[in-house]
């Protein structure tokens, strides 16, 4: 997981640790990560909609035995992935289900829509 939280200080740690903690407990559960991350917004949203503050995330989960990253974006640059057999670098961009933007949601706003999740094949 990589996240930014808008703003510096106490209210924004304390939102990042907010989220992280709804993170980490939804991912005990079974679904996608474009399933969690929705279930996680959809409660971020109740903490932040008041104050107008909000964040952006990548969240990957990385299957060794498949050789796979599934990941999902919420308003968050890509992720670079390094392929040190070819000495070469491809970008973890994608897109999500129901809108044209190439970043998916921004964790703190609510959507009519769920991130999904891309697949990535490692060789």
């Not at 407990?25 to 991350?37: E, K, N, V």
């Not at 390094?82 to 706003?109: C, E, I, K, M, N």
Request: some cysteine; overall charge neutral.
């Amino acid at each position: 997981m990589v996240g930014d939280v808008v703003g510096h200080g106490n209210p924004s740690a304390l939102l990042m640790a907010t989220a992280r903690g709804f993170l980490r407990l939804r991912a005990t559960m079974p679904g996608t990560l474009g399933d969690i991350i929705t279930d996680v917004n959809r409660e971020f949203v109740k903490d932040v909609e008041d104050s107008a503050q909000f964040m952006t995330l990548f969240l990957a989960r990385i299957d060794r035995g498949e050789n796979r990253v599934n990941w999902v974006r919420a308003g968050h640059d890509p992720a670079i992935l390094y392929d040190p057999d070819t000495d070469s670098f491809s970008s973890l961009g994608g897109r999500f289900q129901d809108r044209a933007s190439h970043a998916g949601h921004v964790a703190g706003y609510h959507y009519g829509c769920k991130n999904r999740d891309p697949t990535h094949r490692c060789p």
